[in-house]
């Protein structure tokens, strides 16, 4: 059993910052990595951005690219995501995921909201 608990979200005005994380607990071993999704209402769970546990590689969707930064702690088993110049369209649920051998596991999600 893995368990991922996310922590961070709220309500921010536009040009604010956030800071998302997420610890995992239980069967964890990290072999791939983790990473960010959101879900606008009425939308799809979309991408965000991602890292890789061992090497610590990123990607991150275009529509973030300069303005979120993931990162992650090891010894933690935690991956954070740091948001800047927030968004009214970054509004959504956070979700995060852990890729590992076992398979994939999502938490339980987090709101952002921005407001205009």
């Known amino acids: 059993q893995v368990r991922l608990v996310e922590s961070g979200g709220g309500l921010v005005q536009a040009g604010g910052s956030l800071s998302l994380s997420c610890a995992a607990s239980?069967?964890?071993?990290?072999?791939?990595?983790m990473g960010w999704f959101r879900q606008a209402p009425g939308k799809e769970r979309v991408f965000v951005a991602s890292i890789s546990w061992n090497g610590g590689s990123t990607l991150y969707a275009d529509s973030v690219k300069g303005r979120f930064t993931i990162d992650r702690d090891k010894a933690k088993n935690t991956v954070y995501l740091q948001m800047s110049n927030l968004k009214p369209e970054d509004t959504a649920v956070y979700y995060c995921?852990?890729?590992?051998?076992?398979?994939?596991?999502w938490g339980q999600g987090t709101q952002v909201t921005v407001s205009s």
């Open positions: 239980g069967r964890v071993f990290i072999t791939n990595g």
């Open positions: 995921k852990l890729n590992q051998f076992s398979g994939d596991y």
